[in-house]
């Protein structure tokens, strides 16, 4: 049996996402913007990467990095960088998958949640160059700091985000739902969400 792979018609159909809070994803995306998809243990920031990546352009490379198979090229335009712990560092791993995204120079760089490679040390060497969509674990309200934890990432790095997806998981019924969408804003050296929808 395969595995599924979500469309945008099925968040709306399943009320995981609004018409409009898919129209905001899109234009951003079109726009080649930075997104962060934050939400906590199965709340669906997978299932939610992927129906997104539909709204990208067929003729548009996508470098998906995961690690040991866990995403599939579900689309003609997916290039899948897989990584895990071998005997090499974090960093020397992370080198290699950065010289895999210069040498694919993908139109969008996806990293679903990884503990394997080094995410500062790529953001810090990549994110001018590639726009990204990346999730998160987040387990208390406290987004920001949630985020800069769980990704271990300065708020100059974050600052260069536009927009965060906060996923919810209702744990009595276990639906799954975009909660909110934010705009990251910076205010002096202070970054601050601002909610869109």
Known sequence: ???????????LRYGTISKHQLEVIEETILKKEDIL???TSR????????????????????AVVTAY????????NIHVIDTEFNQ???????????????????????I????TIDIPYLLDKIIDDYPFIISSLVISRGLLEEIKHWLKIDDRTLGRFELIIELYRDIKTGLRKV??????????????????I
């Open 1 to 11: 049996m395969g595995v599924y792979i979500f469309t945008p018609e099925d968040l």
């Open 37 to 39: 998809v934050v939400g």
């Open 43 to 62: 709340a669906g920031k997978t299932k939610l990467i992927e129906a997104i990546i539909h709204l990208i352009p067929d003729e548009w490379k996508i």
């Open 69 to 76: 198979g866990e995403f599939k090229p579900f689309k003609k």
């Open 88 to 110: 090499k560092s974090t960093k020397h791993r992370t080198q290699e998958v950065i010289d895999k995204i210069r040498n694919l120079n993908p139109d969008y760089v996806v």
């Open 112 to 115: 679903d949640t990884l503990h």
């Open 179 to 196: 909660n909110a969408i934010y705009k990251v804003v910076k205010k002096g050296e202070k970054i601050e969400l601002e909610k869109m």
